[in-house]
């Protein structure tokens, strides 16, 4: 069967539509002259009847401009903006498209690659200047904006923007592809997603899956490197970069947004996803980049309950099982981008906009804030106990020699990994699976839980969750898994949500890099160590009468590759031969606590 793609593909395909507003387009193809001889191909989307100039809203894509605007037709995302009037412009950067010059992924504005005295940041302006003089009727007012690939261009373009660009809102932009956007996360592999990347964006093609169950693709062909000759993606340059880059050195610095972005040169808007399956990283580490210098306050991040691009589709008011009670998309277009864009490039209300608009779940509450993450958060540190009791009070200790006390140990299997999905998984699941019900795990015994007594009162989550473990393991490579999860009661109202088992937050980390992300070094066989797994960010409101429990796993497939859990230098070189079952604790006594730090507001915050 063709393998569709599932989120990336979901890019390259056109929204849905709602009904066009009273405004009839014309669509123009458009030829923008770069400094340095090539060319640019852009589609624009202009009234047919114009009373008064119009500024231009800017999208740069590598996705296809031709296939982003087909025809006449107003693409859903924008049909809130152009109640109050643009002209919107799609353009293909280098390479793609009908663009000249060549592709290169994530272009850094310091590589050898690029043409002398270009970058994404060069093009941009040249853009830029080119569409005010040159398209008819604009107000000389420019925005820009994009998701995914090109809300990562349009933080770019903020880096040194042209005059006449007043305002730009990144949207879940590819921020850290090592870190935990897109590609990895704290040095697992992202293979799904890096696969059909280099398959789909890089070759043009996708590649056939003959299974059902992509779980079974993915075991099947047991390494890294079998599947790169499979879907034919070894030769290009983005798993070359992969394989070549398996640690976070000056390649995956180079493009970092952090590295980039180093202020808020014009408004900026950063939007993004608490349960965004790709680029969950992106926008609060993007909002944080450009808040370093920020002396006009022109810095504003907004965070939904939403999946990758779910902002920019109608309705918003479920993900999976969850509702929401509102249709947060919706609101976000209107009631949040609209006046916002509406202001810096039409004049029109005030700039009194909040610092950070951020939907609280469990509650299913839009909120204000002056900061995020929330200056009024205090830490609270919930501990691993034995007998799979979680609490916030720390462990005591025990009884000399009595050594089940200590820790939980569990066998873990590559070869039978643990998966992100319930099987079969055919693809369907893979904008939800951040909201997948934990209980299909209920069996396996490598999957270990601690969970707490019923709250007695509210607690809510406000930024960043960090699992400390202090683990071993028989091997000398690991990968550590960890999950904070909203346990709902049996007799909670809502029939779905009976027992649901939500994850809050969740990540991953590759133990190799236990001594620093820059380079990979073996973990000490037998030896107790200390892990910091980052499960990111998350607004969310855990009622009274649930339970919070946490699950630790070794193994996230087909989702991220597998770990050898013997060292080897390189694991995209590595052989079948080398993945070999282990046995994992995780370790709580007063000497080795494990536990996480959760960011709790008080109570009259909570409010």
């Not at 810096?344 to 005030?350: E, P, S, T, V």
């Amino acid at each position: 069967m063709r393998w569709a793609g599932v989120c990336l593909a979901t890019v390259l395909v056109a929204l849905p539509m709602p009904a066009q507003p009273a405004t009839e387009y014309r669509r123009q193809e458009l030829v923008i002259p770069m400094r340095d001889g090539i060319t640019l191909t852009a589609v624009a989307l202009v009234p047919v009847t114009q009373k008064r100039p119009l500024p231009i809203l800017l999208v740069r894509t590598p996705f296809g401009a031709a296939r982003e605007i087909r025809d006449t037709s107003l693409p859903a995302q924008f049909r809130e903006l152009a109640e109050d009037g643009y002209l919107f412009v799609v353009e293909d950067i280098r390479g793609r498209g009908g663009s000249g010059g060549s592709f290169v992924t994530m272009r850094a504005p310091d590589d050898p690659r690029n043409a002398p005295g270009t970058s994404e940041i060069t093009d941009a302006w040249d853009t830029v200047a080119w569409l005010v003089k040159h398209l008819p009727s604009n107000s000389g007012k420019v925005g820009m904006l994009g998701t995914s690939y090109r809300g990562w261009l349009a933080a770019v373009a903020g880096v040194a923007p042209h005059p006449a660009v007043k305002a730009i809102s990144p949207q879940a932009p590819m921020a850290d592809t090592w870190l935990g956007d897109d590609f990895f996360q704290q040095g697992a592999f992202r293979q799904t997603q890096g696969a059909l990347y280099a398959a789909f964006v890089e070759g043009g093609t996708g590649f056939e899956m003959p299974d059902a169950d992509q779980f079974d693709f993915y075991l099947r062909l047991q390494t890294l490197d079998s599947i790169a000759r499979f879907t034919g993606v070894s030769g290009q340059p983005s798993w070359r970069a992969f394989r070549e880059h398996p640690a976070r050195d000056a390649y995956w610095d180079g493009i970092a947004l952090p590295r980039v972005l180093r202020r808020a040169a014009v408004p900026m808007l950063f939007v993004g996803g608490f349960y965004d399956e790709e680029d969950i990283l992106g926008a609060p580490l993007g909002y944080r980049s450009a808040e370093r210098a920020d002396p006009r306050r022109w810095n504003r991040l907004v965070l939904g309950p939403w999946s990758h691009n779910m902002w920019i589709r109608p309705g918003g008011d479920s993900l999976g099982a969850l509702k929401f009670g509102s249709a947060t998309a919706d609101h976000f277009r209107q009631r949040i981008q609209r006046p916002w864009f509406a202001h810096y490039l039409h004049g029109r209300g005030r700039a009194d906009f909040p610092e950070v608009w951020a939907f609280e779940g469990g509650s299913n509450t839009w909120r204000t804030f002056g900061a995020w993450p929330v200056r009024e958060a205090r830490s609270r540190s919930l501990y691993l106990h034995p007998d799979g009791v979680l609490a916030f009070a720390p462990p005591r200790a025990h009884a000399p020699g009595d050594s089940s006390r200590l820790f939980d140990a569990w066998r873990a299997d590559p070869h039978n990994p643990v998966p992100n999905l319930p099987r079969p998984d055919d693809g369907s699941g893979a904008s939800t699976w951040l909201v997948q019900d934990q209980r299909f795990l209920g069996e396996r015994s490598d999957v270990r839980r601690w969970t707490s007594a019923p709250l007695s009162s509210d607690l809510t989550v406000a930024g960043d969750v960090i699992a400390h473990l202090f683990a071993s393991t028989t091997g000398t490579d690991a990968d550590w898994v960890v999950k904070l999860i909203d346990v709902w009661p049996d007799s909670n109202g809502d029939e779905r949500m009976r027992g649901y088992q939500l994850m809050i937050n969740a990540g991953i980390m590759r133990g190799r890099y236990w001594r620093g992300f820059d380079r990979a070094t073996p973990i000490p066989s037998g030896v107790v160590t200390p892990f910091t797994v980052d499960l990111h960010q998350h607004l969310y409101r855990i009622r009274k009468g649930h339970r919070l429990m946490v699950q630790v796993q070794s193994s996230w497939f087909p989702l991220y590759d597998r770990n050898p859990q013997r060292f080897v230098p390189n694991i995209f070189e590595a052989k079948a031969t080398d993945f070999t079952a282990q046995e994992h604790r995780v370790w709580f006594s007063p000497q080795y606590p494990s536990h996480l730090t959760l960011p709790v507001l008080p109570e009259a915050v909570s409010r």
